[in-house]
């Protein structure tokens, strides 16, 4: 039975799997989930149903993505191509499990084409970076986040690509502090996570408030002068005559 996007049915298949486990398991584990989830039942293949997309974007998107052939594309070394599969797979099925939404959608599920574009453009160009500066034997799936820099970052041409790889590196963090991925990218970040080392160096930037004199000043003598005139006026001339 496919379970499709609702949070209530997702909601159900997290009684019955922890979401830690997903950074570990097996293509068979993984297709099940995937399987469940209703993203399609061949493990290496995300395949997104057309009706889920919103109705002005259907037939723009592929709604079949080939893990291994993107990421061949985008230059990973064949050494590599099976570990860095299983990544993105795990990855894949982890952002469709729980929610990972940032700023105005934090703390909700990704929507359809924000989950497209971050298993398509975003997550392989992390892999893709890091593959090709790794060794050929050794590797486990979750090297390929944790090996980001600063540099890596700075390599990527497209400002509009740059962005979406620097908002993926937060989600990744995120995911790392709350114990659903084993590494956390070595770019530094704007996090709130347990490791996170406020800069406390120079001038403190936060606006400061604003020195003002006591509450219970004694009033200027020109102004007691000028006033008191006026309400012994209103006190014996005017008072009465209202009355």
Known sequence: ??????PTFRNALLLDLRPDRVQSMSPEDLIFVQQK???GTEYGFWDTPEKWLPAGHRGRFKTRIDFRSRLRYLG???THLESATLCLARYAVLLALVPT???PANGRYLKQLTLWSCLYVATPLIIASTSKKMPEGGVTSSDYFGLYTKADLNGIAQSDARSGVLDELKRISTLFDRALWPSRPAYPLDTTGPEHIPQVKGEDPRPQTEDRPGKHQPLPDDYIADGGW????VAKDLGPTLL
Not at 1 to 6: D, L, R, V
Not at 230 to 233: D, G, H, N, V
């Open 101 to 103: 939404g940032q700023g």
């Open 230 to 233: 006026r309400a012994l006026w």
């Open 76 to 78: 990973v070394p064949a």
């Open 37 to 39: 989830l209703g993203y």
């Open 1 to 6: 039975t496919t379970i499709g996007t609702s």
